[in-house]
């Protein structure tokens, strides 16, 4: 069966919502038809919660937080956007590494492998992630996924 993603994110951001209480908004926006996408439920919650749990944590109280998700013909596309603290240009890319941390956490705790769990999913799904991020200004990661996963990749 194809996963309903329109049902399957609302879900995950109702209950992330719970949690956060009033602490942050998070808005979900939607394009085109999100229909036909065959993957695994199981890595794309681990994308999804390690992704939002960023944007959460390292944004301040009272923040919002945008979950994008738009279907193309083949391929669907989600991001997730905060206003938060932001990362050093010259850190980015050695973020998706484990145990990696930015300069940017101070106190803010954490193991440096959540990024690096998330783009282990992405690739699992024959996806890729990217992270565009200025400091003082926020972060935007995004996730581009294949509908149907390539023959091989684990099985829907
Ligand atoms: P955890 O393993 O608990 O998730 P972590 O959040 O430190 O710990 P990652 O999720 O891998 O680890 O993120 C790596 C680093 O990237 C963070 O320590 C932080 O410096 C930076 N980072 C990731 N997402 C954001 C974000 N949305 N805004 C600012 N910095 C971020
Ligand atoms: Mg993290």
Not at 3 to 14: M, V, Y
Not at 22 to 45: A, C, M, P, T, Y
Not at 126 to 143: A, H, M, Y
Request: hydrophobic share 40%.
């Amino acid at each position: 069966m194809p996963l309903d993603l329109l049902q399957f994110f609302s879900d995950l951001i109702e209950q992330e919502q719970e949690i956060v209480g009033d602490r942050h908004e998070l808005i979900f926006k939607v394009s085109g038809n999100n229909q036909g996408f065959w993957g695994d439920r199981g890595l794309l919650q681990q994308i999804f919660s390690n992704l939002m749990s960023n944007a959460i944590k390292y944004s301040p109280d009272g923040g919002t937080v945008e979950f994008h998700l738009i279907s193309k013909e083949s391929q669907v596309i989600f991001s997730i956007q905060d206003w938060g603290i932001g990362i050093p240009e010259a850190e980015q890319e050695n973020l998706f590494q484990s145990f990696s941390r930015g300069s940017n956490v101070d106190t803010i705790p954490g193991t440096g492998l959540g990024l690096a769990i998330a783009k282990a999913c992405v690739e699992l799904h024959g996806g890729n992630i990217t992270l565009s991020s200025e400091v003082g200004r926020g972060t935007t990661v995004t996730v581009t996924l294949p509908k149907v996963l390539p023959i091989g990749q684990l099985s829907p």
